[in-house]
């Protein structure tokens, strides 16, 4: 059979097979991440059905798949939004930072892994999944909660936290050492800032030059501009993923919408191979040997995340219910560790049990950490809570008045 | 006419919208949290967890444009009844159409009430509704409880009016 032909087979196959678990995962009320992930281990090497001609298609498709998280993520928060919560929360996105990255960096050097690899571990427990964690308050209908705002912000410095982390880690990762480092840092630290001044100031008059009226010249001219600068922000040794963000951040408006509609189903195609060529790159069979540490990782880095959501809540003078919740809430890992981690497999030299952890890791807390994010609305664990608590004086209804 | 000013509080839900919410003199907390996409909730908070909402239920535009109306509707009735203690001589009734009045199916214009009486029909209850200044165009139905504001004089001549068409009679 001929290259092409292979390539439709197999491509065709594989978005199928996505398609039926996308809809399993709906079904079962999980995130489709881990499912994902689970169908790029079977597809790759050492799994039940290997592919052979559509993983260089599917290795491009993955690297415009975290182009598209990212500028998505960029679309959805304002460059006024985000200069107001770091603002307000800084303290409560640097206390995240501390409590969840450290366990990483400690677990990998504990294993001996090295700098880099312990690096990229920081990275991975940090950040919880923005996308993840904002269904999951929609399904359980917490939106209107009042600890809703303090996990929002949590999520939202994190991810402007990760302009500054990636362009750090790929300079590390390229090799460049420390001096290397500092100078990827400074130049990214350099560009978040001219880019939210820029959106801040001149945010219209980017998004009237880019008319929201046409929705195909939209979509070509946002899904342009976000490649090129994507593949700039690389050459910059910036890291491609930033550059998206960036550009997600600079447009706002009707154009920020509009382009949100149009480019969410291409990022649901796109993020979904992205999982699977992650997986691919696992083999299977390097998984049993990583599953308790993954485990053990998991517990602790939820724990802390537990602490950071119920610190952050109680500062914003939150109840203790409520900061239980904001913790709970707090503990899945999605896209973002996996967009990490992906930086990291691709690089030579790197702790080869660094892809299968990644993955088990996340399959872990991206499964469970939904579903422990249920237990404060159990009846059993809010007599608990009470039990714990001094018994407030009951506020009297007031006379009503004739 | 006095206003009571409620301190509503505005909260940014980076990524979502916006959440308004205000704590009532009885100290229960209700808000509204709009979506960037236009959705619209309104959630009310448990008494016993006032960080939590217990009910969030979405409204479309004509639902929550109806709730205000009622709410409105149903504040300015509240007012009116306060005023009719302020201004003396001026008093507020409801007069409900009956079947066989000859407004059924006929405009608020037809009846000429104002021009008539100097009295005026402020709003009408249908149905546990309350419709707010209704316009000379608003089709009556039977049944339908008109509330007027005027003097005694100016009351007594529109329900003539609305009961048999003449005010003077």
């Known amino acids: 059979m001929h290259d092409t032909t292979v390539l439709l087979i197999e491509l065709g196959a594989v978005l199928f097979c996505l398609g039926l678990l996308g809809r399993l995962s709906r ?49 959805e928060y304002t460059a006024r939004e985000l200069i107001g919560n770091l603002r307000t929360n800084a303290p409560a996105g640097l206390l995240d930072g501390l409590l969840n990255a450290l366990p990483g960096l400690a677990f990998g050097l504990l294993l001996g892994w090295g700098w880099v690899a312990a690096l990229v571990l920081a990275g991975i427990t940090w950040v919880s999944s923005s996308g993840v964690i904002a269904k999951v308050l929609a399904d359980l209908g917490r939106l209107g909660n009042r600890e809703t705002p303090v996990m929002l912000s949590i999520l939202v410095i994190e991810d402007l936290a990760m ?65 090129l600068v994507a593949g700039l922000a690389a050459e910059l040794q910036v890291s491609a993923a930033v550059g998206a963000f960036l550009v997600g951040i600079a447009l706002s408006g009707p154009v920020a919408h509009h382009a949100t509609e ?29 599953l308790l540490p993954a485990l053990a990782l998991a517990v602790v880095t939820m724990g802390t995340k537990i602490i950071t959501g119920y610190l952050a809540a109680k500062r914003a003078g939150i109840a203790v219910p409520g900061r239980v919740r904001a913790g709970l809430g707090l503990m899945p890992r999605g896209e973002f560790s996996i967009v990490i981690a992906g930086l990291a497999v691709a690089t030579p ?15 872990i807390t991206v499964v469970s950490g939904p579903m422990l994010a249920r237990l404060p609305d159990f009846a059993w664990f809010k007599r608990i809570l009470r039990r714990n608590q001094r018994p407030l004086p009951r506020r009297e209804p007031l006379p009503t008045t004739d | ?45 448990d008494e016993d967890d006032p960080d939590s909402c217990i009910a ?22 509240g007012q009116l009844s306060g005023l009719r203690q302020q201004a003396a001589g001026l008093l507020t009734e409801q007069i409900s159409i009956p079947a066989g009045s000859r407004f059924v199916g006929r405009v608020l214009g037809d009846t000429k ?51 048999d068409g003449d005010p003077d009679s």
């Open chain 1, 27 to 75: 079904r079962i009320g999980l995130s489709p991440i881990p499912l994902y992930l689970l169908a790029g281990l079977a597809f790759g090497h050492g799994g039940v059905l290997p592919l052979s001609a559509s993983e260089e298609f599917i290795a491009v498709g993955a690297e415009i798949g975290v182009i598209l998280l990212l500028v998505m993520l960029g679309l």
């Open chain 1, 163 to 227: 302009a500054l982390y990636l362009p750090l880690l790929t300079a590390v990762l390229a090799g460049t050492g420390f001096i290397g480092g500092a100078k990827a840092l400074s130049i990214a630290v350099g560009t978040v800032i001219v880019v939210l001044l820029v959106a801040l100031r001149f945010g219209h008059a980017i998004s009237a030059f880019i008319s929201a009226r046409d929705p195909e010249a939209l979509l070509l001219g946002v899904l342009g501009l976000t490649l």
């Open chain 1, 262 to 290: 149009l480019l969410s189903p291409l990022r649901d195609l796109f993020a979904a191979v992205f999982f699977v060529f992650f997986g691919l790159a696992t083999r299977p069979g390097d998984m049993p040997p990583v």
């Open chain 1, 349 to 363: 030299g790197i702790e080869p049990k660094l892809a299968p952890l990644a993955t088990a890791y996340v399959l």
């Open chain 2, 1 to 45: 006419m006095f206003h009571v000013r409620v301190r509503v509080e505005q909260t940014a839900l980076p990524g979502i919208g916006v959440r308004h919410d205000l704590v009532t003199e009885s100290g229960r907390r209700v808000g509204v949290v709009t979506h960037r996409t236009g959705r619209r909730d309104l959630v009310l908070y």
């Open chain 2, 56 to 77: 969030s239920i979405p409204l479309n535009d004509d639902e929550a444009e109806a709730l205000a109306d009622v709410l409105g509707a149903s504040l300015m009735l």
């Open chain 2, 113 to 163: 009430a104002r021009t008539r009486t100097s009295a005026s029909i402020v709003a009408v209850l249908r149905d546990a509704q309350v419709i707010a200044s209704p316009g000379p165009e608003f089709v009556f139905q039977a049944g339908d409880v008109v509330v007027v504001v005027g003097t005694r004089q100016g009351l007594d001549g529109v329900s003539r009016i609305l009961a």
